[in-house]
């Protein structure tokens, strides 16, 4: 079992949950985060005051997968959220040592 | 000729008080002396339903301006964690004004005393005002309800010292504010409200032009949150942290509030319905149009981008500053007097605020003080009849222009001279900031025990 963990620009969220979807991976845990990479941030002004906003707006994706299926689920992410420009974020894989539905009591690849 | 602007009559309980207020204006003397023999023939006063209806919707319609419009648009300008303390002092500021101004703000203000700086005590807790007592308008012998106009001048009491928290907004005590408007009111608002608008009244009798109140509401607001700024001192992480405001579309609800509820505070304040409170109101809209647009072509111009919060800082900005001007100037010239407005506030919170470094908060100095100061001496100009204004044939720019200057100087000096004062007086008796701790954490929580939003 793999959990790939992604970040990804905002609008791209509901072209990723497509892909996904069609690789019939259901569930996805998404959580809206801040953060900064080569992208760096952008500037805001209030009438006269300048703030640099150095944390842009991003969404964060979890899924947990079979470790069959992780690398097409990893092409699908990188596919589905490509613009080519800084700033389109970033796919990380690691393992899963043991997950459980919490509902019927399944555990590991049953669970998923 | 006849200034529509001057609030001659507005003051007076009865006809022969109103009288007196009239021939109290140099320019009108010879007219009202001959006047006055007919007047002593003429027959009871008249009261017209018609006024009565406008100026019971316009007295809400200026109510509304402050609750909620002025709360909205100064609660969407601080960060989320002190929204409630704005929506919270807006609030309780209005409520406070009232009582005050039934027990004693409106005989302070227009108690019947000859004094040029005070209205005396002759009207404390309302004394001796009936449902049968009125007051005069601009028209001989029209008359509205008393309690009419107590209650529309209440609305102006409400509005003004809810303005002045604006400029140190995200760092005051509550007790603080309260203090501060009891004091202030009573010493500050009350007596150049008298000095402006009774008929005994200082600046009244120099002839100075102020239709709806841009010396009383606005200079008076813009100075004191100047003064109020600097005394209080800057937040914590001024220059340092982000401080941007935290919603964009609650401050354009409240400015759009406040433009519709300033239909009642301008045209209101002709006490008739009739053809001055109608140029009164296009007024509002032309000056008010021609704000916006002038504040974005300036930010466009100078920073590549027109924002919200400019397009809005310009509407409340023309606005201001076609409040004292909207009786007497013509629709043309208030899109003018409204496009210079915007662009002198833009140089004050964008340029000037920068390079001194005082943290007004919600630029109300750089919007209300400026853009009154701009919008009394524009009445000066822009009333002149070949400028599309209503001045006579005999109208001097620049001598009505010197006595709008004295006026706005007189009120600069009191209010900036008392106001400190009173900041002083309050520091010692409850305090004028909270802890560092608790504006970090937020005055909502720590002032008030409770949030704004709750992501659940």
């Known amino acids: 079992m793999k959990f790939v963990m992604a970040i990804i620009k905002p609008f791209k969220l509901e072209a990723v949950r497509e892909a996904l979807t069609e690789l019939g991976i259901q569930g996805l845990t998404v959580t809206e985060v801040k953060g900064y990479g080569r992208q760096k941030g952008h500037t805001e002004i209030y009438r006269g005051a300048e703030y640099a906003v150095s944390f842009l707006p991003k969404v964060k994706i979890e899924v947990a997968v079979d470790s069959d299926i992780a690398d097409k689920a990893v092409e699908a992410i990188a596919n589905a959220a490509k613009t080519g420009q800084i700033g389109d974020g970033k796919i990380f894989v690691y393992s899963i040592e043991k997950a459980v539905r919490i509902r019927t009591g399944e555990t590991d690849a049953d669970a998923l | ?456």
């Not at chain 2, 009891?182 to 608008?197: D, N, Q």
């Not at chain 2, 920068?354 to 943290?359: I, L, M, Q």
Request: charged share 10%; proline share 3%; with cysteine.
């Open chain 2, 1 to 456: 000729m006849r200034f529509p602007s001057i609030f001659a009559k507005r003051a007076s309980g009865a006809g022969a008080l109103a009288l007196a207020a009239f021939t109290a204006l140099p320019a009108l003397a010879q007219e009202a002396a001959e006047g006055a023999a007919e007047a002593a023939a003429e027959a009871a006063p008249v009261m017209d339903k018609g006024d009565v209806a406008w100026m019971m919707t316009a007295t809400l319609l200026v109510l509304f301006m402050t609750m909620p419009g002025l709360a909205l648009f100064y609660g969407g300008l601080v960060r989320a964690k002190n929204a409630l303390s704005v929506l919270m002092q807006c609030t309780m500021i209005a409520a406070v004004m009232m009582v005050v101004w039934v027990l004693w703000g409106y005989s302070f203000a227009f108690g019947g005393g000859t004094s040029p700086f005070w209205g005396g005590f002759g009207k404390l807790f309302l004394s001796g005002v009936t449902a049968d007592s009125t007051a005069a308008t601009f028209t001989d012998g029209v008359v509205i309800p008393e309690y009419v106009f107590i209650c529309f001048q209440m609305t102006f009491a409400v509005i003004t010292p809810a303005l002045i928290v604006g400029a140190f907004a995200e760092r005051i005590k509550f007790s603080a504010v309260v203090l501060f408007t009891i004091l202030w009111g009573t010493f500050v608002y009350f007596p150049i409200a008298h000095m402006v608008w009774d008929g005994s009244g200082y600046l009244f009798n120099l002839g100075a032009l102020d239709f709806a109140g841009g010396t009383v509401v606005h200079i008076n607001a813009g100075i004191a949150a100047l003064v109020g700024c600097i005394m209080v001192g800057k937040r914590n992480g001024y220059g340092k942290e982000i401080l941007a405001p935290h919603s964009m579309t609650l401050t354009m609800v409240g400015a759009a509030i406040l433009w519709v509820g300033w239909f009642g505070f301008n045209a209101g304040s002709n006490l008739e319905a009739t053809g001055g409170a109608a140029l009164a109101m296009i007024n509002t809209f032309t000056a008010t149009a021609g704000a916006i647009i002038g504040w974005s072509v300036v930010e466009t111009l100078h920073r590549g981008k027109a924002s919200m919060l400019g397009a809005v800082s310009g509407l409340v900005a023309g606005l201001v500053a076609v409040t004292p001007a909207c009786g007497t100037v013509g629709p043309v010239g208030a899109i003018v007097l409204g496009a210079i407005a915007s662009v002198v506030c833009y140089f004050f919170v964008a340029v000037v605020k920068n390079k001194f470094g005082y943290d007004d908060t919600l630029d109300v100095f750089g919007i209300h003080g400026v853009g009154g100061i701009v919008g009394a001496l524009g009445t000066g100009i822009f009333t002149a009849p070949w400028l599309g204004g209503t001045g006579g044939d005999d109208f001097s720019i620049a001598s009505q222009l010197w006595v709008q200057f004295v006026a706005v100087l007189v009120t600069i000096i009191w209010c900036g001279v008392v106001s400190a004062i009173l900041f002083k007086v309050v520091d010692a008796i409850v305090g004028l900031r909270p802890t560092p701790e608790a504006e970090t954490q937020g005055l909502d929580l720590t002032s008030h025990g409770e949030a704004a939003y709750h992501y659940s």
